[in-house]
């Protein structure tokens, strides 16, 4: 049995039966069935059809947003522009796949040599709570534009929101058997990794998670694309416009109240600005509003779950208790609900879990350095990849520091670390491999076949 449960109040809003493995086996099978006559479909057809989908998803954009709130706890004005988002990715798929996807004339020894992009066939999707639609449309809309099927299989608390997005996307005119979502728990999703219908499987999640899910992948030769945890660093240097990358930091790392794998999390200061970073970052954590996520002033509502909140608690604790000052927040509030304040931690170290470990709340950790070298030191100095930012007026130097020096696979400079239809994302190390959106992720889940003609 599936629950979900608001996180601003503890009430139950659902309960779900899960699927049996005979019912999995026959969703597999269908899938597999759907996508042998997908896949036959000329582009354009894949292409309208996805079109349709982002007009239902921008129809729709409050419905799913009160669903979001209702479900996770995002705040409303975040769920809208994350529908909003969702159709910007089917709509830049639908317009660009069939480009993404021709085929590569290859200068050979050949009469005729080229590359050609064959879809896998159906990949399964294990997906979190934090960005309920986007995660999924992120790597649907590349898929099905490519030929494939897809199965979801939904973080438990956001059961909902995977049965709407299955809903849309029927009505919007995508095959039934084409997607589904399966209501199934972990060992039920290990399985079906290994269904001879299953042809690859993409997760975004944990690290723990994502290694389990790849060794089961891997057991089984089946492609594998994994997006997991992060620490990002955002580097602050001596000549950065200090209120802009306060502003800057201060919106990532509370998107989401705070939970997403890419919010900046370690804010790295050379030492001669850390007294005006810190006390404009202080500043601008407090103008933000923490409240019911129904609310469109509200900026930071609960947390997905209590005990990941109690979680996240347990590691700033831990941390002061290693040496770390807490400047702002940091105590559970006395109220229903999920939540946890604002919080800024000073003076994190070397052995912390503020330092090492990633903090998924609203949590920030300022880290103090002498210079530039250490700053990139300490950035590079987490088993985390996946983003990073660097802040100066000199552009061309941190330029060439995020394109060179850091270890991460989306850096950024003078702005927060987001994802872009338009360009690749993922991580390295153990944040994760392979990448989705742009021209790339469409051709993770694709056969990348030499046809040489003598």
Known sequence: ?????????????????????????TIAQNAREAQQKWKKRPFDERASLLQAVADRLEEHKDEYAELMAKEMGKPLLQGISESEKCAWVCRYYADNGEEFLDDELIESDARKSYITYNPLGTVLAIMPWNFPFWQLFRFAAPALMAGNAAILKHASNVT????????????????????????????????????????AVTLTGSTRAGKAVAGTAGSELKKSVLELGGSDPYIILADADIEKAAETCVTSRLINSGQSCIAAKRFIVVEDNFRPFLEAVISKMEEKKAGDPFEESTDIGPMARESLRNELHQQVQKSIDAGANCVLGGAIPDQEGAYYPATILTNVGEGMPA??????????????????????????????????????????????IAAQELEAGCCFVNDFVKSDPRLPFGGIKESGFGRELSHVGIREFVNVKTVYCA
């Not at 979900?4 to 899960?18: F, H, K, L, R, W």
């Not at 299955?166 to 290994?194: C, D, M, Y």
């Not at 609203?362 to 880290?367: G, H, K, L, T």
């Not at 530039?372 to 130097?397: K, P, Q």
């Open 1 to 25: 049995m599936k629950e979900s449960v608001n996180p601003a109040t503890g009430e139950v809003i659902a309960s779900y039966d899960e699927m049996s493995e005979e019912e999995l086996h």
């Open 160 to 199: 909902g929101c995977a049965l709407a997005i299955e809903e849309l996307l029927h009505e919007a005119g995508i095959p039934e058997n084409l997607f589904r979502t399966v209501i199934a728990g972990s060992e039920q999703a290990q399985k079906l990794i290994k269904h001879k219908d299953i042809a």
């Open 355 to 400: 330092y090492h470990e990633e903090l998924f709340g609203p949590v920030a950790s300022v880290i103090t350095v002498e210079n530039e070298r250490d700053a990139i030191t300490v950035a590079n100095s987490t088993n985390y990849g996946l983003g990073a930012a660097i802040f100066s007026e000199d552009v061309t130097h941190a330029e060439r």
